[in-house]
């Protein structure tokens, strides 16, 4: 539900900032972020817009104290104050998530995760995406992730790509493909 009332303000802010430009687009989902953030983080700042007791005009300072600590360029300082006006500040993240992606998809770009059995150093996590960008046609990055339970290699999804390079899954198609032990299969005659 809130990805459906997340996505026309998305659209709309992407739909202004576009004409300005790649690095108006970076900026504003930049602060998009940052004020995501923050709002996630102090959900009882949310609250306070969405109580009765407070007065609209105690309301719009409040948004204007926040939008001046987090320095937010006017386009998202607009957006607040709508998404405000509309009792819908709580849907700030997911607006974020919309914009982020459609600013990916302007710049080419695909995000995924690459899951590992530990810790992944920079340079290889960067290889990984040079690679993968060669594949799919697009810039990558990645979230990178633990799971020890995969033993070694790794498993990447991309959208709905998913590769898995991980030991379990090449035990797991040996131990499908493999005779099992002592060379014969049940019911064969020898």
């Given at each position: ?19 300005q430009g790649g690095e108006a687009l970076r900026e ?113 990055v990645l979230e990178h992730g633990e799971r020890p ?29 493999s005779v099992p032990l002592g060379g014969r299969h ?5």
């Amino acid at each position: 539900m809130s990805r459906r009332i997340a996505r026309p303000y998305a659209q709309a802010l992407f739909a202004v900032a576009k004409p300005q430009g790649g690095e108006a687009l970076r900026e504003v989902n930049e602060a998009l972020q940052r004020a995501a953030a923050a709002f996630a983080a102090l959900p009882q700042l949310v609250r306070a817009f969405e109580v009765p007791t407070l007065s609209t005009k105690q309301k719009a300072a409040l948004l204007e104290e926040v939008v001046r600590t987090l320095a937010l360029p006017p386009l998202v300082e607009r957006l607040l104050f709508v998404l405000q006006s509309h009792y819908r500040l709580r849907f700030l993240p997911a607006v974020a998530e919309a914009f982020a992606q459609a600013c990916d998809a302007f710049f080419g770009v695909m995000r995924g995760k690459v899951e590992v059995p530990g810790p992944l150093e920079a340079e290889k996590r960067a290889a990984l995406e040079r690679v993968l960008a060669q594949l799919v046609g697009s810039q990558v990055v990645l979230e990178h992730g633990e799971r020890p339970e995969l033993l070694a290699g790794f498993v990447v999804r991309l959208g709905s790509l998913v590769f898995d390079g991980s030991l379990k899954r090449q035990l797991e198609r040996f131990a499908e493909t493999s005779v099992p032990l002592g060379g014969r299969h049940a019911g064969q005659v020898g």
